[in-house]
């Protein structure tokens, strides 16, 4: 068992595509942490940005919260009717090809692709301060416990999600169980008690510093929809789910949704009846809201410490949306020619390897550039997200208006779609503009050139290399064989013999001070040798002896006089072929690579490169025998 | 001009080798940087042991330092007479073959290998360390100023010495005139003078902790001998010198032993008449000996500056003696098959690349492990040297024993270089062997047996490869020719054209679900293509036309299902020759390379590695046009 078989797991068979698909279990602890775990950021955002109206800021949070669940459950129709009418790929950038065409489907790909790298850069980073918060002696480790959760999500990802299931599924589990509890008892002690007492008080909301504004309410919801972003994650992934597909994705978007709704819903209802505020970060004795949350309702008991730390994995854990999401969309990219054509080749595991070694890469350098500190990225992500929402409906609208038979209420759904997210994208990108929401403008015309000028480089490609129509045979005249030759060796031999059953004219190329200006190669001596050793016997045997060429190599290189001489035979025959032989010693491991100097390999790259379109270079193989190589 | 002409210069030819020898003008500064160097840390060195003894100390550094110079003298006559003996290679390594057999030579060679790589390690931390006590805002910035001087005085020398002479001319001859200068002005007031006073006094010498043992004279002794290790370069790089060469090696080595042996004995004259002694490093306001030395002869003027500036330079660019000799020793191992055949290959410069980049490679880790302090290891490498030396002059006693002609006068001297330098490495050995003598005795018989190894290997290869005798043809019948194939392009159409030249016998492979398990290979469509394209117009044209062969690779990797279809040729007809051809676009810069999967040469290296021994893998190249790059 080789050591990627131990990490990596075996190579899958093509056959064995089916089985390793995912059902609903499975299905929403790989594409709903990121969902999930945006309960605990996206309330947090908002509130604090109410902190400056004090304890008036909680009147608001109650109208705020709605909407953004309001905007929750209309996303979640509509993306209901896209996963029923794309069940292969409802992904945005599908979605938008098939309805409006080329560049609205490059802007949801690059939004989509921007937006699931700083996913995992900001996740992964999120996740290790809250852990770095909680246990403060791990702070001199931020940045190599970052880049070590990015390393074992890509691990995970590369051997297949199903497998590594159980490594995400745990702590979402638990999440959900512990914080839909909780949030269950907080609310039902809100209904069925009077005036019901906090078991922790909260600390006390500061004094106001400023009165309410339309804008400081747009700018709170605005950062309380980053509590949204991970919903399109399961439109991406559909692709991965077992028979029945449709039911399976239903069922993830369903759980995945109406558990955010509850515990939005529920946190903003907990909040305002306890006065729970943000607190500022920064200042000692930090609490974060859902802290409070559990604090005010049942205490810091040992069920505080459980809970919490079930959010804590779901946070480090989060990116893993990302490495469902990316490796999918880049795949569909790659395969209509817009990124390089590895992105859609199934790896040993029939995952996307290329993708998500991408994905791991490009976080693993933002994570590293920015120290393991990349909070400061959190406003660009929800543009990538709204901005492809509303592409994804758009798309949607055209779709139903396409069909043959009339489906009004499917369009009215789509359109109440477009329309809602299409205001908060333009809620968002004016309230966060100045924050970094201009990066996300800048950066996702950026990739559409970058992906466009890879496209039109496979458009010549193809136009270079296009079907030739029926193949045309002026002669089959075989081709002048060059043999590169050291010295007179079995390695010569064998190469030659192979020559004279492919052509009957073989020339043996020795290259005399190849080695250097105190070479002493005897002229002489390698000329009687070929003449007794080759020319006789071959020509004993009635075929065309092969010649022997003796050139100087000047300058230590073996690919200029060979190429001076191809480009003579060429000048001298101009129809014919060319093929230069090189006998090559297979290395076998870098040990012994590194006794041999890999002149073969040398040679061919420069011939191939810079030869003559009639020159072939062929390779005699010799493979050295066990004795040799121990 | 390329990027590498721009560093590097412009790549020789074989025969301007000559014009790129040396005299004895570059010469000196080339090979003598630390020989010249070393005067200032072997009178140090053993005025450092002699510190406990107090002022008594002084009284014993004049007969320590005689010692020193008459084995100097000695060894100086020696080499005399082993350059004029070897003429195109002097060097212990050679003299040790030809008179002493194989093990003998290996000693040596090992000896001055890890000598020079050391040298090259404490020389350059040498420098750096005096710079940065100089300047001691520098100190931040060792490692960096170590790693930076390694690099430039590399690719000095991969330009080759002769043209970057004036980089190490300059402070070589300003040393030689200051320092001969002020020291034979300072033997000059002692001889004049009836009591000589010092310009600056010297700091007083420390109380006597110790009574004088024969223990610490040996140990004075052996430190002193570390201002001797730079006297073999001159033989190892004697085959660089231009005609008349032993002349241009005699005047060398005299101008840099001559100079040496000056500096050494004015040194200890002038420090014992104007009492100075060596001072503790660690303590503040530290001096090195020669610092004080100056300061009592002229005083802190201009001059001293100048002078104290050329010495810095000296010691940092000391290293570059090692960049002469490493990559000459490695050269003449490396032609024998102790080391990788690499290092006998003249690069484009006609200088040993791979020695100097190996040399840079191991000196840079070295540094970067210790942090640039590498002084710990200054202990380590005289013993090298004196290993060197003494195998070396055995070697010539047995070189004038075998010649025809008595020549008891120069048998005797060559003995007397013996006996000296051997009863020298003995002192060194037992006065050091605690402070790391030992790491060189374990490196020594650990490099033999490394060397052993890499020439075991070439033996056998060689074995393997040996002379075939007269070529064997049992039949020329044609390969059956595979051409793997993705679609009808025309890539594969060239291809195709060119198999059927080579042989009647053609296959064309197309793997079935590569792409994985989601492609759809339209089977029917591609045997009818075929058919229509290809087989028809073959046959027309009279030819037996290629079959098209349709194989599943399940597990999406193109060697496996042909490795298995050349099996199963090679069991139908045993005695048939198999060719896979290759179609491949080539690609022209790392760019291109990300948008191709490199699938061609994945699968070349696979064929070559894994195929029978009858199997061959040509490559037919699709070099795009410009219109496609840009």
């Not at 390793?20 to 942490?33: D, S, Y």
């Not at 992934?237 to 949704?257: C, D, E, K």
């Not at 996307?352 to 991408?358: D, E, L, M, P």
């Not at 990538?384 to 396409?402: C, I, K, N």
Request: proline share 6%; aromatic share 8%; hydrophobic share 50%.
């Amino acid at each position: 068992m080789s050591f990627s078989s131990l990490i990596f797991g075996r190579r899958l068979a093509n056959r064995e595509h089916e089985d390793k698909k995912i059902g609903w279990i499975e299905a929403v602890p790989a594409m709903g942490l990121d969902g999930l775990g945006s309960s605990s950021y996206g309330p947090e955002a908002a509130l604090t940005i109410l902190i400056p109206l004090g304890a008036a800021g909680l009147f608001y949070l109650g109208p705020i919260m709605a909407c953004i669940v309001a905007l929750l459950a209309i996303l979640y129709f509509s993306y209901r009717q896209t996963l029923a009418a794309y069940p292969t790929s409802g992904g945005a950038y599908v979605v938008a090809k098939e309805n409006l065409g080329e560049h609205p489907s490059l802007v949801a790909a690059a939004a989509l692709m921007i937006d699931y790298v700083l996913n995992v850069a900001v996740g992964v980073s999120a996740g290790v301060g809250a852990l770095v918060s909680a246990i403060p002696s791990l702070h001199p480790y931020i940045l190599p416990l970052c880049l070590g959760i990015v390393l074992i999500v890509m691990v995970a990802n590369l051997r297949g999600t199903g497998e590594a299931g159980w490594l995400f599924a745990l702590p979402t589990y638990l999440f959900i169980a512990c914080f839909l509890g909780v949030i269950g008892y907080g609310v039902l002690r809100i209904a069925m008690e009077a005036d019901p007492l906090p078991v922790v008080s909260p600390p006390p909301l500061e004094p106001p510093t400023a009165a309410v504004s339309l804008w400081l309410l747009m700018h709170a919801f605005a950062s309380g929809c980053t509590a949204m972003t991970g919903v399109e994650a399961v439109s991406n992934g559909v692709g991965s789910f077992r028979q029945p597909v449709v039911r399976n994705a239903y069922a993830t978007l369903t759980i995945i949704v109406v558990v955010l709704g509850l515990l939005l819903g529920g946190i903003a209802t907990i909040a305002t009846s306890f006065d729970i505020g943000a607190m500022d970060q920064m200042k000692e004795g930090y609490q974060s809201v859902l802290s409070q949350v559990i604090g005010a309702v049942s205490g810091y008991n040992a069920f505080y410490y459980v809970a919490m730390t079930s959010l804590l994995c779901i946070l480090c854990l989060s990116a893993n949306t990302s490495f469902v999401g990316f490796p999918r969309v880049c795949r569909m990219v790659a395969a209509d020619g817009y990124l390089p054509k590895a992105f859609a080749q199934p790896g040993r595991r029939l995952v996307f390897t290329a993708g998500i070694v991408f994905l791991s890469g490009s976080a693993g350098l933002l994570l590293a550039a920015f120290g393991g500190i990349t909070e400061k990225l959190i406003p660009l992500f929800a543009i990538g997200a709204f901005l492809t929402f509303t592409v994804s409906q758009a798309g949607m609208v055209v779709h139903w208006r396409r069909q043959s038979r009339n489906v009004p209420f499917k369009l009215a759904m789509n359109a109440v779609g477009t329309v809602a997210t299409g205001l908060a994208l333009i809620v968002i990108l004016v309230a966060k503009f100045a924050e970094g929401a201009w990066i996300t403008l800048v950066a996702v015309p950026m990739t559409i050139v970058l992906l466009k000028t890879i496209k039109s480089y496979y458009t010549s490609l193809e136009q270079e290399l296009r079907e030739p129509g029926p193949i045309t045979i002026e002669d089959v005249e075989p081709p002048t064989v060059l043999v590169v030759t050291e010295e007179w060796n079995r390695l010569s031999e064998r190469a030659i013999k192979y020559a004279l059953t492919i052509s009957p004219d073989v020339v043996a190329v020795h290259l005399i001070r190849l080695g250097g200006p105190e070479m002493d190669d005897d002229e002489k001596l390698l000329r009687e040798k070929w003449r007794a050793e080759v020319e006789e016997p071959v020509a004993a045997k009635g075929l065309q002896p092969p010649r022997l060429m003796l050139i100087p190599a000047p300058y230590r290189q073996l690919h200029e006089p060979l190429l001076r001489l191809v480009e003579k035979l060429d000048l001298d025959s101009p129809e014919r072929k060319v093929t230069v032989l090189i006998p090559e010693i297979i290395k076998e491991g870098w040990l012994q690579k590194l006794l041999h100097m890999n002149r073969a390999g040398r040679l061919r790259a420069r011939l191939l490169r810079f030869g003559g379109p009639r020159l072939t270079v062929a390779t005699v193989p010799w493979r050295l025998s066990q004795g040799v190589l121990t």
